[in-house]
């Protein structure tokens, strides 16, 4: 922890900024290749809060590896204590918001199921646990599309299908606007969808509804 901790103001800390902040691909990173997802996403979680910043430093880093990277440094760094809540929490959602990483949507819907504080900068509600839900099955339907890709989409929905159904028990027993608020939803998530594909240069189903929509027939 200690030399994780005494990295915080070297190039590593900086590198971590600068692919937290990668908007739109600013960096221009290649994209990397999905069938490779699995085994860097186990590296990162195997190793320290270090391993994660050493991985920062890769030359020929890609776009994928870049989201991993994100998502784990946050998580590590605060359970290491080089990062408080609000730090990790840029960080963990820098991979759902800005990678659009389908894994890191889904743990921000668990997070918000699970009533996180979210480092104080957003609320935990129904509504958004929903919305980070949606947004990884969209990733995800992307994904299956894609030769590599289609393993990733079996894991979203092996992981989530639980809290799935349970919006739509919900729906049915009138304790959420299940249906309701997909209607609403379905513009932005829809954009979404569209915005994953193209940072990732994935053809996008051309479905006009959701993926949760066609699989509960609403």
């Known amino acids: ?66 989201g991993l990277v994100v998502y784990f440094a946050g998580s590590k760094g605060f359970a290491e204590g080089a990062y408080d809540a609000r730090t990790s929490f840029l960080f963990t959602r820098a991979a759902a918001d800005v990678y ?32 980070y839900l949606n947004r990884a099955w969209e990733a995800g339907s992307v994904l299956a599309e894609h030769p590599n890709g289609r393993a990733q989409w079996s894991l979203i929905v092996n992981a989530s299908l639980g809290l799935a159904d349970g919006f739509y028990a919900a729906g049915l027993n009138n304790e959420f606007p299940t249906q309701q608020t997909l209607r609403r939803l379905r513009p932005e998530l829809l954009k979404f969808r569209a915005a994953f594909g193209a940072l990732y240069g994935l053809q996008v189903p051309s479905a006009p509804t959701t993926v949760m929509e066609r699989h509960y027939d609403y």
């Open 1 to 66: 922890m200690m030399a994780s901790v005494l990295m915080i103001g070297s190039a590593s800390a900086h590198r971590l900024e600068a692919l937290r902040d990668n908007v739109g691909n600013r960096l221009k990173l290649p994209v990397g290749d999905w069938g490779r997802y699995e085994g860097v996403q186990a590296k990162l979680r195997a190793g320290n809060f270090a391993a994660v910043q050493a991985y920062a430093q890769k030359p020929d880093l890609t776009l994928i590896e870049a």
């Open 100 to 131: 659009l990483d389908a894994q890191a949507n889904l743990n921000m819907a668990r997070l918000s199921q699970r009533g996180s504080d979210f480092g104080g900068l957003l609320k935990a509600s129904p509504e958004l646990t929903f919305l």
